[in-house]
């Protein structure tokens, strides 16, 4: 099987990377599976060929080359998005990024989105699930890839993936083994599970909006009306939670 987890950034695309490979071993154990980050589409048309192994990829681009595969079920995908204000107001706090940058990769999410709903060619999971119930979430994906997973491992993986666990590996993976990291400019990440140093950081949802300034949030929603998302302007999404909520917040 080839999962490709393609969702926009910062929306709980790398949780939902390590769902699928703990979900695949666990059902699967007579397949090696492996997981792994590329932009590269080659490398995921390549992943289709018969293989005695499951492969996972992480990516926040959908290339045209792959979209038949994604459509005619080759390629197993899953979507997860997320308030467009809080995405950009996190692409711009942890990766340093200006506001029309983190804009235009919001526009480019909203495609890949749009092509899924379109086609109905991927799992669509949001963040407001992956927050408040995350075995829901984990099951579902479960269903989707047809896996069969004991109420035990389901169990399993929702505690190794709860918030708690994974803020604390995010702040060290700067001491994991040295042949499980990869340095990219000033980051560094975790090849096996593809997070990146402190990579939890703040654990509302709603917050974006409180953040950005006047200008920016006006372009985010022409992204929203021009992509034909406009449903998601406005205080709906907007909205500020006053309590944090343990959640995963992912590149």
Not at 78 to 88: A, E, F, S
Not at 246 to 251: A, T
Request: net charge positive; charged share 25%.
């Amino acid at each position: 099987m080839l999962v490709l987890c393609d969702g926009m950034g910062r929306s709980g695309s790398t949780w939902s990377f390590n769902v699928a490979v703990k979900l695949l071993r666990s059902s699967d154990a007579s397949r090696r599976t492996f997981g792994f980050y590329d932009e590269n589409p080659g490398v995921v048309k390549a992943g289709i060929r018969p293989r005695a192994s499951h492969l996972v990829i992480k990516s926040h681009t959908l290339d045209p080359s792959v979209q038949d595969l994604c459509c005619s079920g080759a390629v197993k995908a899953i979507y997860t998005w997320r308030n467009p204000y809080d995405v950009v107001a996190s692409s711009m706090r942890m990766f340093q990024l200006s506001a029309d940058n983190a804009v235009g990769m919001l526009r480019g999410a909203l495609r890949v989105w749009a092509f899924h709903r379109r086609t109905k060619s991927a799992h669509i999971v949001a963040y407001e699930t992956i927050v408040t119930r995350p075995r829901v979430a984990i099951a579902q994906i479960g269903d989707y890839l047809g896996l069969k997973t004991s109420p035990g491992d389901l169990l399993r993986i929702t505690s190794e993936l709860s918030f708690e666990n994974v803020k604390r590996l995010s702040q060290h993976v700067d001491e994991l083994d040295p042949k499980r990291i990869i340095r990219k400019g000033r980051y560094i990440f975790d090849r096996e599970t593809n997070l990146h140093q402190n990579h939890i950081r703040d654990g509302r949802t709603g917050y974006g909006a409180r953040l950005l300034e006047a200008s920016c949030l006006d372009a985010i929603d022409e992204v929203l009306t021009e992509e034909g998302f406009g449903f998601l302007r406005g205080s709906g999404v907007r909205r500020l939670t006053n309590q944090p909520t343990p959640c995963w917040e992912h590149c």
